[in-house]
């Protein structure tokens, strides 16, 4: 089972019923490849600035630690979870009070490298997903995930997705139907498919009825241009927060679970979604 502390909820059992009110943060960011140094570094200082503006939850990007076009030296960067990267985060935590995600090369107990996104806390790991759907050479790379679950937090319950996985929408479902009403993607996502990016991060919030976290990187790592636009998403699709193609950010906006239940309410989908389709998913 690759989700620690994660529970298998209904959405009966989700956050909607923890009416809190409290700030998410993505930061946009550049990465130096194959430095894990100067990368943490770098996210220390973005960390810092989302926690200073209140921040309970920071999302990085996907490999921020050692940048993306990394392929050549990727058993070499892979880590174990727990792990280096992983206590880095646990201490961001504890220093700041808060939460943080990101996704990491995860060398496994079977020997395979996955893509896998963490989300710490100060007390360590909560949870990890594994990336299922892998895009392009990522099949070469990596081995696959096989499980979904989700995070419980004291103040949401998320759940863990990867840059191409925005474009999957079982994938956002199947978490939405177990409690998640707030979905994390850490991503590095490329700028030729930049539409894409922006329908399908609206798309998975309004068809869920959750906040959207979509952190992007950007910059560029070889013949790699990456997307930038960074949002949080409110569950009727509009932006509350966003960053701009070019150049780094860290984007903060208030997430309020009452809105998760109003819109599940004004668009019933979950509600009205068909038993035969529901255990399908499962």
Known sequence: ????????????????????????AAVQMDCVPYDKDANLRHAAERIADAASQGARLVVLPELFNTGYRVEVRDMELAEGIPGHTTRWMQDMARRYGIYVAGALLERGADGLIYDTAVLV??????GQ???????????SRFAKGAEIGVCRLPFATVGLLICYEIGFPEMARIQTLKGADVLLYSS???????????????SRALENGVYVVACNRCGQEQTTSFAGLSRIVAPDASLRAAAGMDGEAVICAEID??????MRKALPYLRDLHPRLRNEMF
């Open 257 to 262: 679970l009452d809105d998760v239940a109003a």
């Open 121 to 126: 806390g100060a007390e360590g790991c909560i």
């Open 188 to 202: 590095a996502f490329g700028r030729a498919r930049d539409y894409v990016w922006d329908l399908a991060s609206r």
């Open 1 to 24: 089972m690759h989700i620690t502390k994660a529970e298998d909820n209904d959405e009966s059992k989700g956050g909607e019923a923890m009416a809190h009110k409290w700030i998410a």
């Open 129 to 139: 997903q594994r990336k299922m759907h892998l895009w392009d050479a990522e099949s």
